[in-house]
């Protein structure tokens, strides 16, 4: 070294520039050593198994309050269905599944008909093992970051860990990153995401990928934007109008105030799908003078449902008629009535948009025959041979209509309509009826309170038989 400062005595010059050139390699190195500890490789995913087929699935309750809305299905085990609250549930003809107009999905109970509870147990189960998986994941990425405040920080792929509890704050959080890289996020204690905190993705980082492995309880504060899977030991809370685009996998409760839930999906555009008919696929002995609908999952353009959109054809040519909306129903009115004992067949294309511009997946198809168009006179005398419940006429009506129904046995018997929330809005039939066939007159004339024009459900339980049909108000 002495020989060289000798030497670079001669050249001072020579000697600074050198000396540069080794400080720049030397301060270079650093920033390359520093930068690999964010260019960890990308852990692998974890796997929800059938737990992912839900967007919400808890074992002691799923509660909402407000309009909230929810893409999937979600289910509660080993809880039963009184314990799915706010939600107005409606069960399904075959005791399987329930649906609400908050979900876009199926709803399931322990207690419901099989193969649901096995569903659910496998589900749970599945839940569980994710859960562990995310949990002991070893030699974390990183650990104790940021002594656990992620407001304002930009996180890379990786696995991460915390003894303590997990905050981030109204500044938010980005998740930077490619569409196949992995996020598994290991916390102790507590989650909580702050009034108005917003996880943000960017650089094709999915929502799908990110996994949030929770001892303790998850807050979702009010208004706050939450992206990824919620793997959570005790309780999901989220507060009024946030937002959770992933799913909510509680070993508890999941709670909900006026919020968004959407499984998670590439570009996570909303998916707008028709979520029942009338008259439904397949049914029978149709009224003559029966107007169609369609009730969409979210609101409609009124100007892309039109006869083009919306068309229903008979054995050899489309039946003219006009389409009108409400928003998220649409109506066909047939120019005249329909041939009796004959086969139809409705469209809806893919042309029929929602406000957003989102247009069915692919057109919806669906059939139903007429009846003959002459009353029968029924032999009260003779019982019937089946349980039945039929198609309510006229539909649709104002103000009253007529719905009938045979039990074959003598049964206790209730048959209730119900608004599309499932509040109930009338009892027509509630004690003990012996074996016949019988009808009821629903007259919203005399109702408590003011019907407004759109789609509602009645229900017949007989015992263990039940039967829900739709009917429509149209004022």
């Known amino acids: 070294m002495e020989d060289l400062m000798k030497t670079n005595s001669k050249n001072p010059t020579a000697f600074l520039e050198r000396s540069a050139r080794f400080l720049g390699m030397v301060v270079t190195l650093a920033l390359v050593v520093q930068a690999a500890a964010f260019s960890q490789s990308s852990p692998a995913p974890v796997n929800l198994g059938t737990a992912g087929d839900f967007v919400a699935l808890a074992k002691t309750g799923i509660s909402a309050t407000g309009t909230t809305a929810i893409t999937g299905d979600i289910g509660v085990s080993p809880a039963a269905a009184t314990y799915i609250t706010g939600f107005g549930l409606i069960l ?3 005791g399987t599944f329930s649906i609400s107009t908050l979900v876009n999905g199926k709803i399931y109970a322990a207690d419901y008909a099989s193969p649901t509870p096995t569903k659910l147990t496998t589900a749970v189960s599945d839940m569980e093992t994710a859960y562990t998986d995310a949990a002991g994941r070893t030699t974390p990425d990183h650990t104790e970051l940021y002594a656990g405040d992620l407001t304002g920080q930009t996180l890379t792929h990786g696995l991460y860990k915390w ?5 981030v704050a109204a500044g938010g959080v980005t998740i930077s990153g490619s569409a196949s890289d992995v996020w598994i996020f290991q916390i102790a204690q507590d989650l909580t995401i702050a009034n108005g905190a917003i996880v943000t993705l960017s650089g094709g980082a999915q929502s799908s ?6 001892a303790g309880q998850v807050t979702l504060g009010t208004t706050s934007e939450m992206k990824g899977n919620i793997l959570c030991q005790t309780q999901i809370a989220m507060s009024t109008g946030s937002v959770l685009d992933g799913v909510a996998l509680a070993q508890t409760a999941v709670t909900l105030d006026a919020n968004g839930v959407t499984k998670p999906s590439l570009g996570n555009l909303a998916t707008l799908t028709l979520l029942a008919t009338v008259p439904a696929e397949g049914d029978t002995t ?3 003078d029966n107007k169609l609908a369609g009730i969409f999952s979210l609101p409609m353009d009124g100007s892309t449902l039109t006869s083009s959109t919306f068309t229903l054809t008979g054995p050899t040519s489309l039946v003219s008629g006009t389409v009108t909306d409400t928003g ?5 009115s047939p120019a005249s009535n329909l041939a009796p004992n004959t086969v139809y067949t409705a ?3 893919t042309g029929a948009k929602d406000v957003a511009g989102i247009g069915l997946a692919g057109n919806h198809v669906w059939s139903f025959r007429t009846g003959s168009g002459v ?3 029924k032999n009260k005398l003779a019982a019937p041979n089946l349980f039945a419940l039929s198609q309510n006429y006229p539909n649709p009506f104002n103000p009253s209509t007529v719905i009938s129904y045979q039990l074959p046995v003598n049964s206790q018997v209730t048959l209730k309509v119900y608004d599309m929330l499932g509040r109930e809005v009338a009892t027509l039939v509630n004690g003990e009826m012996k074996a016949g066939s019988y009808t009821a007159t629903f007259n919203t004339a005399t109702a408590t309170h003011v019907l407004a024009s759109g789609v509602y459900v009645y229900r017949l339980q007989a015992g ?3 039967s829900t049909k739709k009917l429509i108000l149209m004022k």
Do not use: E, H, K
Not at 209 to 214: E, G, K, R, T, Y
Not at 328 to 332: G, K, M, P, W
């Open 464 to 466: 263990s038989f039940i």
């Open 163 to 167: 003894g303590t509890g997990v905050l």
């Open 92 to 94: 399904d003809p075959s």
């Open 375 to 377: 009353t029968a006179v």
């Open 286 to 288: 149709v009224s003559l």
């Open 209 to 214: 990928n990110i996994f949030w492995q929770v």
């Open 347 to 349: 469209t809806i294309t």
């Open 328 to 332: 998220r129903i649409a109506y066909f």
